[in-house]
């Protein structure tokens, strides 16, 4: 089975600069979805940004990027130029791809989870 | 598109009665997910749709909890006999298949069992 460990509960960052949340998971599966997704406190999931395990570039979304390395399992996101309205709950998820889905239908199983601070 | 609803937003209820909390998806979202979520953790898969067909459930999901999705539009999720332990945050998310499956979250239904 697969599963995402998020390692860092709790990360602060001062505004206008940049965080690196961590994320790292286990699938013995060769194509996926990877995913973050942020929760702020009104609690409403929101995607951030997402990555096929079959591309090799890392995705970019505006302030948001990822460092994804396949052999390492590995799954951070970069918050640059860091804004309060960042302030959340920030989760990693996993996804099998649509031709792999095994015993999964495609559901997200989701890390713990990081709150990050944003100080003025 | 006027994102995925739910409600109602916030239910409290004694032990032992029942709830149901509705999904509303993305409007020709044909996948439908429940999750639930509980304090200081990611939320957990529950069931899925596909149009009208539940393919999925979760072992998390007891006998006590059923949830339909007729005509594949809006989905219900009932909770016979509600326990302390059905206290949290359920919630539904709706992706279309062409989109690469991204999932798109509704805002929750808090849930108080006392």
């Known amino acids: 089975a697969q599963t995402v460990t998020q390692s860092q509960p709790e990360m602060s960052v001062q505004e206008a600069e940049t965080v690196t949340l961590s994320c790292t998971y286990d699938?013995?599966?060769?194509?996926?979805?990877l995913f973050w997704y942020k929760q702020p406190p009104s609690r409403q999931m929101i995607l951030v940004i997402r990555?096929?395990?079959?591309?090799?570039q890392n995705a970019t979304e505006n302030r948001f990027s990822v460092n994804f390395q396949k052999a390492a399992k590995s799954f951070s996101l970069k918050i640059s130029d860091s804004q309060l309205g960042d302030a959340a709950m920030y989760f990693c998820?996993?996804?099998?791809?649509?031709?792999?889905?095994?015993?999964?239908?495609?559901?997200?199983?989701f890390g713990k989870g990081t709150k990050l601070s944003v100080k003025p | 598109d006027t994102g995925v609803s739910q409600n109602p937003r916030h239910k409290i209820t004694k032990r032992g009665q029942n709830v149901t909390f509705r999904c509303d998806p993305i409007?020709?979202?044909?996948?439908l997910y429940w999750y639930r979520q509980t304090l200081g953790q990611g939320p957990e898969f529950l069931t899925y749709?596909?149009?009208?067909?539940?393919?999925?459930k979760s072992r998390l999901l007891s006998d006590r909890f059923s949830a339909e999705r007729p005509k594949g539009s809006f989905s219900t999720l009932e909770i016979q006999r509600t326990e302390q332990g059905d206290s949290a945050m359920y919630l539904c998310?709706?992706?279309?298949?062409?989109?690469?499956?991204?999932?798109?979250f509704g805002p929750g239904t808090r849930l108080l069992v006392l």
């Open positions: 998310a709706s992706s279309l298949t062409r989109n690469q499956e991204t999932q798109y």
């Open positions: 699938t013995s599966e060769s194509d996926y979805y």
């Open positions: 990555q096929e395990a079959y591309k090799q």
């Open positions: 998820a996993y996804r099998s791809s649509p031709g792999d889905y095994g015993g999964s239908q495609g559901n997200l199983i």
């Open positions: 409007s020709e979202h044909n996948r």
């Open positions: 749709f596909q149009n009208e067909a539940q393919l999925e």
